[in-house]
Nanobody, 123 residues
Framework: QVQLVESGGGLVQAGGSLRLSCAASERTFSSYAMGWFRQAPGKEREFVAAITWSGGNTYYADSVKGRFTISRDNAKNTVYLQMNSLKPEDTAVYSC????????????????WGQGTQVTVSS
């Protein structure tokens, strides 16, 4: 069983940056594709970004494209989400997730989830 622990959330002003990290407990971390999702109060969980097991391919929601960057370091069992030019509408709980599957945009395709980290962007 893969355990995922997110960190790096917090309060930031609009236009600022944050870097989220997701550390995995499993040595087979490099076998998983990884995704970041977010959920704002009263809204459904939505896809933010994903990265294949090798890091060779990345995918982004249109709402974050050009502002967020997903990356991974398989030697450190960690995936990152660099968030720049943050907007108040980016405020949400951000969770990382791991999957062996191919449908990286779909939450229910992921097998393991972290507990989430709060990101709050003030205007």
């Amino acid at each position: 069983q893969v355990q995922l622990v997110e960190s790096g959330g917090g309060l930031v002003q609009a236009g600022g940056s944050l870097r989220l990290s997701c550390a995995a407990s499993e040595r087979t971390f490099s076998s998983y594709a990884m995704g970041w999702f977010r959920q704002a109060p009263g809204k459904e969980r939505e896809f933010v970004a994903a990265i294949t097991w090798s890091g060779g391919n990345t995918y982004y929601a249109d709402s974050v494209k050009g502002r967020f960057t997903i990356s991974r370091d398989n030697a450190k069992n960690t995936v990152y989400l660099q968030m720049n030019s943050l907007k108040p509408e980016d405020t949400a709980v951000y969770s990382c997730a791991a999957t062996f599957g191919l449908a990286l945009y779909t939450p229910h395709n992921y097998d393991y989830w972290g507990q989430g980290t709060q990101v709050t962007v003030s205007s």
